[in-house]
C-alpha cells in the first residue's frame, strides 16, 4: 500500500476517514428525488432528514427516509450547517415550508424547478407576506447543469451542486 502525507489523497485511497464536518441535508416532500437525495446523501456524510406533512404519503413500500422523517421544517433542527431542498414545487404547503427554512439559520434552501417554469414559490412567499430580500435567498433552479432527467441525475446534479457551495466552487470542470 502506497502512502502519502497529503490528507486529500489519503482520504481519496481510504487511508484517513473524510472530515464533513457538520452537515445535513432537509428533503421537504416525499418524492422519487427526495428517496435519491437521501440515499445518495447518506452516503455523502450528511445527517439526513425528510419532511412530509402528509403521513398518508408515507405509506405503502417501505422506502428509505432518512435518519429521521419529520412532519415540519421547524421539526427537522435547521442549523447553520443545513441544506434544505424543496423537492416539489407544486405542493400547496410549498409556502409555508419555504417560510419556515427562511426563518431558520439554514445555510442553504432551494425549490426544484426549470427555469422555464413560472416559480410558484415567490407568488406564495409574498401571500405569506415574506419580504423580497427573504425571498431572494430562494435558490432556483437548483443543482449543477448537467441536463438531468430523472429522479437520480436530479439528486446527483443537486448533491454535487451542494458540495461545490460548501467547498466554495464553481461546480464543472474548471479547476
Given at each position: 500500500m502506497v502512502t502519502t502525507s497529503d490528507?486529500?489523497?489519503?482520504?481519496?485511497h481510504g487511508d484517513l476517514p473524510p472530515d464533513h464536518g457538520p452537515r445535513t441535508l432537509v428533503a421537504v416532500f416525499e418524492t422519487p428525488v427526495a428517496?435519491?437525495?437521501i440515499?445518495?446523501?447518506a452516503d455523502l456524510g450528511y445527517r439526513t432528514v425528510l419532511v412530509e406533512p402528509q403521513p398518508r404519503l408515507l405509506a405503502g413500500t417501505p422506502k428509505p427516509h432518512g435518519?429521521?422523517?419529520?412532519?415540519?421544517?421547524t421539526a427537522a433542527g435547521l442549523d447553520p450547517h443545513t441544506d434544505v431542498v424543496i423537492t416539489d414545487h407544486?405542493?400547496?404547503e410549498l409556502g409555508t415550508m419555504l417560510r419556515d427554512a427562511l426563518d431558520s439559520k439554514a445555510r442553504w434552501i432551494g425549490v426544484m424547478g426549470a427555469k422555464r417554469?413560472?416559480?410558484?414559490h415567490i407568488e406564495a412567499l409574498k401571500d405569506?407576506?415574506?419580504?423580497?430580500?427573504?425571498?431572494?435567498?430562494?435558490?432556483r433552479p437548483i443543482g449543477l447543469?448537467?441536463?438531468?432527467k430523472t429522479p437520480a441525475e436530479i439528486a446527483l446534479a443537486t448533491l454535487a451542486g451542494l458540495i461545490a457551495d460548501r467547498n466554495r466552487r464553481p461546480g464543472g470542470f474548471a479547476f
Amino acid at each position: 500500500m502506497v502512502t502519502t502525507s497529503d490528507p486529500a489523497c489519503a482520504t481519496a485511497h481510504g487511508d484517513l476517514p473524510p472530515d464533513h464536518g457538520p452537515r445535513t441535508l432537509v428533503a421537504v416532500f416525499e418524492t422519487p428525488v427526495a428517496e435519491h437525495l437521501i440515499r445518495f446523501a447518506a452516503d455523502l456524510g450528511y445527517r439526513t432528514v425528510l419532511v412530509e406533512p402528509q403521513p398518508r404519503l408515507l405509506a405503502g413500500t417501505p422506502k428509505p427516509h432518512g435518519d429521521q422523517t419529520v412532519a415540519s421544517v421547524t421539526a427537522a433542527g435547521l442549523d447553520p450547517h443545513t441544506d434544505v431542498v424543496i423537492t416539489d414545487h407544486d405542493r400547496p404547503e410549498l409556502g409555508t415550508m419555504l417560510r419556515d427554512a427562511l426563518d431558520s439559520k439554514a445555510r442553504w434552501i432551494g425549490v426544484m424547478g426549470a427555469k422555464r417554469h413560472t416559480a410558484p414559490h415567490i407568488e406564495a412567499l409574498k401571500d405569506l407576506g415574506v419580504d423580497d430580500e427573504d425571498i431572494a435567498r430562494v435558490h432556483r433552479p437548483i443543482g449543477l447543469n448537467i441536463g438531468s432527467k430523472t429522479p437520480a441525475e436530479i439528486a446527483l446534479a443537486t448533491l454535487a451542486g451542494l458540495i461545490a457551495d460548501r467547498n466554495r466552487r464553481p461546480g464543472g470542470f474548471a479547476f
